[in-house]
């Protein structure tokens, strides 16, 4: 995760406009999450993992979930000896759930995810979720990226949602309301740029996963240990 800093920075910058006197700190914490699903760059979120205990194929998805990185199967013996042994699932394409009526043998468990749980080919077990979320403070609040090209483009999104309604009231000119979302456009795409450029060591990682000399069709299974480590011809 990169260097964060508090919404209420942001947010006092964009109150020094007029036309944003009655924006409600609410209201911009609500357009700062839609912001970051909308743009997704990985750096806006934090990653962290989880168990979860599944019961009649069902268990619940942490509240602060964004999307799955990864998510592996527990052996319960192993859960007793405090050397859980991960086993990747995948996701399920099965029209049928797993059910206590299904003849079905097991070969590889799976997983799929409807609303806020997921729901898992065994009955019962644990489940170790590597997910991503978006960070927060001590009082629930979202960390924003201390970023200038991120702050610039969040706050530009936050005054256009917010111009939206003043224009739909009639208090600001067509005029004004689109070169705020030309300036939206611009700075979006900037922060876009800025926050996917690699520095060494990640360029490092992307150049050897892509210059493998055999096709790595196995990584998922071994949980992405060795997608960017190097390849090294051996020669007798």
């Known amino acids: 995760m990169e260097q964060t800093t508090s919404i209420k920075v942001i947010l006092d910058k964009l109150l020094r406009n ?26 806006m979120f934090i990653e962290k993992v989880v168990d979860i205990p599944i019961t009649s194929y069902k268990g619940v998805l942490p509240d602060d979930w964004v999307d799955t990185i990864s998510i592996g199967y527990m052996a319960s013996n192993d859960l007793v000896t405090h050397n859980a042994r991960i086993i990747p699932m995948r996701y399920s394409t099965s029209t049928f759930t ?107 990682s992307f150049y050897n996963m892509y210059s493998t000399l055999l096709v790595r069709s196995n990584e998922y299974n071994n949980k992405f240990q060795n997608t960017g480590s190097k390849e090294f011809l051996i020669r007798h």
Not at 25 to 42: H, K, M, Q, S
Not at 124 to 151: E, H
Not at 173 to 193: E, H, P
Request: aromatic share 10%; hydrophobic share 40%.
């Open 98 to 204: 797993q059910s206590p009526n299904s003849n079905e043998q097991i070969i590889e468990h799976t997983f799929m995810i409807q609303n806020s749980i997921i729901v898992c080919s065994a009955e019962t077990c644990t489940v170790r979720l590597s997910y991503r979320a978006i960070a927060v403070d001590n009082d629930g609040y979202p960390l924003i990226l201390d970023n200038s090209a991120f702050t610039r483009a969040l706050g530009s999104y936050i005054k256009v949602q917010h111009y939206t309604i003043l224009f739909e009231l009639g208090k600001i000119s067509q005029v004004i309301y689109q070169q705020l979302k030309q300036d939206y456009a611009f700075a979006v795409g900037a922060c876009s740029t800025d926050l996917l450029r690699l520095d060494l060591p990640k360029a490092e």
């Open 18 to 43: 007029p036309l944003l006197s009655d924006l409600s700190f609410e209201a911009a914490v609500d357009y700062t999450v839609d912001f970051y699903r909308l743009v997704g760059i990985p750096q």
